[in-house]
């Protein structure tokens, strides 16, 4: 059974910052190509980061500069650092493995007030 825990959330203020992580199991993680998505109130899901098998990222406009992905093999673990908050990050954030099954995480909090 694949397992995807998201955890790190809470409530900041404007231009503080968290730390989200997610442990995942039932999966072979190392062959996972790993990513954050957030979704807020009436708005669809979106891409945050992702990052590949090789290590390779890629980020969102909006969080260019100001999160940081990054996945630790040895923990079957990924991360999102998430410095300089916005109002417009708040959402809930949810974590994702691709490869040839898709597997998604039950979502943590972010809220930053202004």
């Known amino acids: 059974q694949v397992q995807l825990v998201e955890s790190g959330g809470g409530l900041v203020q404007a231009g503080g910052s968290l730390r989200l992580s997610c442990v995942a199991s039932g999966i072979i993680f190392s062959r996972y190509a790993m990513g954050w998505y957030r979704q807020a109130p009436g708005k669809q899901r979106e891409l945050v980061a992702i990052?590949?098998?090789?290590?390779?990222?890629n980020y969102a406009d909006s969080v260019k500069g100001r999160f940081t992905i990054g996945r630790d093999n040895a923990k079957n673990t990924v991360y999102l650092q998430m410095n300089s908050l916005k109002p417009e990050d708040t959402a809930v954030y949810y974590c994702?493995?691709?490869?040839?099954?898709?597997?998604w995480g039950q979502g943590t909090q972010v809220t930053v007030s202004s």
């Open positions: 990052v590949t098998t090789g290590g390779s990222t």
């Open positions: 994702n493995a691709n490869r040839v099954g898709n597997y």
